[in-house]
């Protein structure tokens, strides 16, 4: 369940707050959060990538479609990628990456903050 709903907040994040703020703003978004919602350390990363990869592939997508400009295809081309639909892939896997990432930081320093328990022998 923490999974679906962090999945689903940071797609929200990265669509309505993506034109306002650089991607590492982005990024300390989704990892604080993680931090806030607290999933295990998978369902974070692949939480975390989903929602900034399908954020970024929606928007380049929906972008791409609505202007009909050529520009995709020309930075393609010019990038050696050859479609602008390739382009939109490279997008895709680079939020997913920088999404994953972002995410298991936040529950791996909410994890640092946790408290443990004292004086007791762990052989």
């Known amino acids: 369940m923490k999974f679906i709903l962090l999945t689903l907040v940071n797609i ?3 669509v309505f707050l993506g034109p306002f703020v650089p991607f ?3 990024m300390i978004g989704i990892g ?3 931090f ?3 999933p295990k350390g998978i369902g974070a990363f692949l939480g975390g990538a989903l929602g900034m990869g399908l954020g970024w592939v929606g ?3 929906y ?3 609505t202007s009909a400009s050529a520009l995709p295809d020309q930075m393609g081309e010019l990038m050696g990628l050859g479609s602008g ?3 939109v892939g490279l997008v895709g896997v680079l939020g997913f990456l920088l999404g994953g990432f972002s995410g298991l930081t936040g529950v ?3 994890n640092l903050l946790r408290p443990t328990e004292k004086n007791i022998y762990r052989g």
């Open 12 to 14: 929200l994040l990265v």
């Open 24 to 26: 590492w703003g982005l």
């Open 32 to 34: 604080l959060l993680s």
């Open 36 to 38: 806030l919602i607290g």
């Open 59 to 61: 928007i380049s997508t």
């Open 63 to 65: 972008l791409g479609l």
């Open 85 to 87: 639909m390739t382009l």
């Open 108 to 110: 791996l320093f909410r």
